[in-house]
């Protein structure tokens, strides 16, 4: 069964530093992957896909990469600021090709 | 930009009312689920259905049911809604096979009395 862990849970950072979130996966054989932003009370947006034969995807000031080998995904946010703040899931498909998602990183940027 | 929509966004209603919450896409997507998440928790998936008449149970049970009669349209429904039902439901679908890339709509937030 896939199992998704993303580390850290939490993050409070001033504005403006480069934030590093991880996402493992279990079962290496991936479909894809895919990074939300959750903010309170609403929905999921997407943020970046990347597929099994893609090591990276870039948007704006977030970048997303993936080694299928270790089981690892990490999104880079570079120069955060106050709007960055929401959850950050990643999900990666599990049997059936069903979305498995992590716990998210709750991100805090201050002014 | 997604085309999946969620209504009602909000409900508030008392215990033992009958509920069905909407979900609509127009991506023709054959895939589609039902996620439960209480506030600051993890998603659960209670639902998912890999096309028309097709509907299978997630991992997380549930008193809901749902019903898929045409590709766009997989309402979620409670017979009888009890305070423990109290939760965000949020609908997604998915571009599987191609991309595989998932959609989310705002979600519903319901509360029962």
């Known amino acids: 069964k896939q199992e998704v862990t993303q580390i850290p849970a939490a993050l409070s950072v001033p504005e403006g530093e480069n934030l590093v979130l991880n996402c493992s996966f279990t079962?290496?054989?991936?479909?894809?992957l895919q990074w939300f932003r959750q903010d309170p009370g609403k929905g999921l947006t997407s943020l970046l896909l990347i597929q099994s034969s893609q090591r990276e995807q870039t948007s704006g000031r977030l970048n997303a990469s993936l080694d299928k080998s270790s089981g690892r995904s990490t999104l880079y946010i570079a120069a955060s600021q106050p709007g960055d703040s929401a959850t950050y899931l990643c999900a990666v498909p599990g049997g059936s090709y069903i979305p498995t998602f992590g716990r998210g990183t709750s991100l805090i940027v201050h002014p | 930009e997604a085309d999946i929509y969620q209504t009602p966004r909000y409900l508030v209603i008392g215990t033992g009312k009958k509920i069905t919450l909407e979900c609509s896409q127009t991506?023709?997507?054959?895939?589609m689920y039902w996620y439960q998440q209480d506030p600051g928790m993890e998603l659960h998936l209670i639902h998912y259905s890999y096309g028309v008449n097709s509907t299978e149970k997630g991992d997380l049970s549930s008193e809901s049911t749902v019903s898929r009669i045409r590709t766009e349209h997989f309402p979620l429904t409670l017979e009888s809604a009890r305070p423990s039902h109290t939760s965000q439901y949020l609908c997604?679908?998915?571009?599987?096979?191609?991309?595989?890339?998932?959609?989310f709509g705002e979600g519903s937030r319901l509360t029962v009395l």
């Open positions: 079962d290496s054989a991936i479909y894809n």
């Open positions: 997604a679908s998915s571009e599987f096979p191609n991309t595989g890339e998932l959609f």
């Open positions: 991506m023709g997507h054959d895939k």
